[in-house]
């Protein structure tokens, strides 16, 4: 099974109805029940983290995490709650840090669990250790914040400055 075929069970957290979501897919999965939109959480590792994460259409949370590691485990269910209370805005991927050196290298991981925000495959926000859900809601939201104020500055540079400076 490629990883484009590959689905993952997901509990709507509205409904109940339980739900087999694409690890891997374009747009943001909804419910089949309710239509709400779900949780998307899922695991990658070095050959299909590209298809999941890197091409993911909304910003990705990327936990490198160890199955050994205390703080990894006291943030799981942090991250699952943040991932729920943002469904159709963010895809939670877990990483197992053992299971995927290659990963581990590519972002110099040096401690876990790191915590990222990946935004079509470009970091731009970075945490190491774990955090309560209220300090990792507002690191996500300032990381979007900033963001799109990156992008609104570089579509403005584009179309030749801010428009109060055009004549």
């Known amino acids: 099974m490629t990883t484009l075929e590959a689905t ?9 109805r339980k739900n087999r979501v694409p690890v891997a897919a374009s747009g943001r999965p909804r419910c ?5 939109a779900l949780p998307w959480i899922v695991d990658a590792l070095d ?3 590209a298809e999941i994460a890197v091409k993911a259409d909304p910003p990705v949370i990327v936990d490198m995490w160890a199955t050994w590691c205390g703080p990894c485990r006291m943030v799981s269910p942090v991250l699952v709650e943040l991932a729920t209370e943002r ?3 963010v895809k939670l991927v877990k990483v197992d840090v053992d299971r995927a050196p290659r990963l581990s290298s590519r972002f110099s991981v040096q401690a876990v669990p790191t915590l990222m925000i990946l935004d079509h495959g470009e970091v731009i926000a970075r945490q190491a250790g774990a955090a309560p859900v209220a300090v990792l809601r507002r690191w996500f939201d300032d990381a979007m914040l900033q963001r799109r104020r990156a992008q609104r500055k570089a579509g403005e540079a584009e179309e030749g400055g801010h428009p109060r400076d055009r004549s």
């Open 32 to 36: 089949a029940n309710c239509h709400k």
């Open 47 to 49: 050959d299909t983290f």
């Open 8 to 16: 993952t069970v997901i509990r709507c957290p509205n409904c109940g």
């Open 87 to 89: 469904a159709g805005e």
